[in-house]
């Protein structure tokens, strides 16, 4: 009854004050009925504060929203309600507000899709991988990282079909195994080097395309001449391609904004 006779007041001050007033006469009663130890001077230092809290939560708010709080009858709800069984974020998800405990950000963020077209005859990776930056050189590469070198330059790749990769966002650092969890497992994410080839081909000289050239890796899992899946890291420096291999198992951290390929989930690998 006398939240509604508060809502008729003309000042909005002396609504205000009188809903404070009148949750401490409310807290006032219910201790009341539960003395507690030290008496009742302890009991009204308790109020006092509690009434002062709810004050600095309503200080600031318009008198028009003061009176939707309070025809609504919520106030009254809390009061009688077991508030201590409620989920708060998904009470404020029911009043249209944010959570107070938002997911994280995945480690991913997909961009989209490319397509590699069908390749007809084998891919021999060291007739293919040659450092030269020459104007004649069809695809400049610059650098050939020694692992890469010992580890990949010896696969031949039979034919494949027409393939569609996905390539994501790397949204925070992260070694390898993280991203590769995150994208289904080594099934998943494991491309080919021919796939390597062809995106690099379309950007030869350094131009644009799905692939970075501004020095930030362009990431891919390939299995090497053992069958052991590797991170191979494509950039552009110094005029061309560089390209390294690396254990999927080292500790070291890929920096966040680079970029990450991986099979489309719904095909199969064939090398």
């Known amino acids: 009854m006398e939240i509604f006779v508060i809502a008729e007041r003309e000042s909005f001050f002396d609504a205000f ?3 404070a007033k009148a949750i401490q006469r409310l807290i006032m009663r219910r201790y009341k009925k539960r003395p507690q130890k030290g008496g009742l001077a302890m009991t009204k230092d308790a109020t006092l504060k509690q009434s002062g809290k709810v004050l600095g939560i309503l200080e600031g708010i318009s008198r028009e929203q003061m009176q939707i709080i ?27 507000l944010p959570s107070l405990n938002p997911p994280p950000e995945p480690l991913l963020g997909f961009i989209a899709t490319v397509n590699i077209s069908a ?17 004649k050189a069809k695809v400049k590469i610059s650098y050939l990282g020694n692992k890469f070198k010992a580890q990949f330059l010896g696969k031949v790749e039979e034919l494949q079909s027409k393939v569609t990769l996905r390539y994501s966002r790397l949204n925070k650092a992260s070694a390898d195994e993280p991203i590769i969890v995150e994208l289904g497992g080594e099934t998943k994410v494991e491309t080919t080097l021919s796939n390597v080839a062809a995106l690099m081909e379309n950007q030869g000289n350094g131009g644009a395309g799905v692939l970075f050239t501004n020095g930030y890796a362009n990431i891919f899992y390939v299995r090497d ?24 198992d080292r500790p070291s ?19």
């Open 70 to 96: 309070l025809g609504s009858g919520l106030l009254a709800d809390i009061r009688d309600g077991n508030v201590a069984n409620v989920n708060r974020d998904e009470f404020r998800k029911m009043l249209g």
């Open 225 to 248: 001449v053992n069958g052991v899946l590797c991170a191979v890291g494509v950039c552009w420096d110094d005029g061309g391609w560089c390209v390294s291999a690396f254990s999927v």
């Open 119 to 135: 390749r007809t005859d084998k891919f021999i990776a060291k007739d293919f991988f040659e450092i030269d930056t020459s104007r």
């Open 17 to 19: 004050s009188a809903v």
């Open 253 to 271: 951290l890929w920096l966040d904004g680079r970029r990450v390929f991986s099979r489309n989930p719904s095909e199969t690998l064939v090398s």
